[in-house]
């Protein structure tokens, strides 16, 4: 009996060693080490919860975490609108939880600069990357129907990786105008950056970013992971800046596949 259980606590052993992280992608709309620090507290809540190891993972630029979730890299994550649709078709990403509240992008500009500048054709347009759904797509969409700026001076603008750059490069005069989010400019810990820039335009509302989760991943994980996320403690979510989080379905992106048929000619 002895031996017996020994091969069983062996095999046990064995087994955990080579059980994988469950990995969590978040998309970096600020720098990386912002993100490890308010989500990391996210990733050891879910491991404590679920019992199962979950490791936080980000990448230095929208882009290459888009280009990592299309490739399928995490197991679950939380991605944009955008992103989330395009996940959807190659990996079969699904979404199951998202913030209550919509999402609008907004422009900024700083403080002194004449609004003129908003459909200048010489102005300096900083976005985030091409692929940012509210910061980018939804901001140009509203740049060209709104305010008649050209797609060929919207092609020339600049991309600068994530939200907390656009704004640090309207402070400093790097960009006349900038794409950003109302939380990410709400989060804004500068006190002096946040006092140089100001919106000056906030888009329509669209469905926030999901928490997606990859087609092959194990059910009982995924039903796990689910709940702990629908029943996160609020200080948690306080440091996201959600107020609370819901269960959906795919077909509440639905608006979003439509209105990309239209934002193609901007995601350039």
Not at 27 to 33: F, H
Request: hydrophobic share 40%; proline share 4%; charged share 25%.
């Amino acid at each position: 009996m002895k031996y017996i259980l020994s091969a069983l606590s062996l095999c046990y052993l064995t087994t955990s060693l080579l059980q994988a992280d469950i990995i969590m992608g978040v998309v970096p709309q600020q720098s990386p080490l912002k993100l490890l620090k308010v989500w990391k507290p996210v990733a050891d809540h879910l491991s404590k919860k679920t019992g199962e190891k979950v490791t936080f993972k980000t990448e230095k630029s929208i882009e290459k975490f888009a280009q990592a979730l299309y490739n399928g890299a995490y197991d679950f994550a939380y991605v944009n609108p955008h992103q989330y649709i395009i996940a959807h078709q190659k990996q079969g990403y699904l979404a199951k939880i998202r913030a209550e509240k919509n999402i609008r992008g907004i422009l900024v500009m700083k403080y002194g600069t004449d609004i003129k500048k908003l459909k200048d054709k010489n102005a300096r347009y900083l976005f985030p990357s091409p692929t940012a759904f509210a910061a980018t797509l939804l901001t140009k969409y509203d740049l060209i129907q709104r305010y008649n700026v050209s797609i060929e001076t919207l092609n020339n603008a600049h991309y600068v990786n994530s939200h907390d750059s656009v704004y640090k490069g309207i402070s400093r005069g790097v960009g006349d105008v900038g794409g950003g989010i109302e939380r990410t400019f709400r989060n804004i810990s500068d006190s002096k950056l946040k006092n140089d820039i100001h919106i000056v335009h906030v888009t329509p509302a669209y469905p926030s970013h999901p928490f997606v989760f990859k087609a092959d991943m194990n059910e009982r994980h995924k039903e796990a992971i689910g709940d702990a996320l629908l029943n996160i403690p609020k200080s948690l979510l306080n440091t996201l800046s959600i107020k609370k989080l819901k269960k959906i379905n795919h077909s509440e992106y639905d608006s979003v596949q439509a209105l990309m048929l239209k934002l193609q000619i901007t995601s350039k």
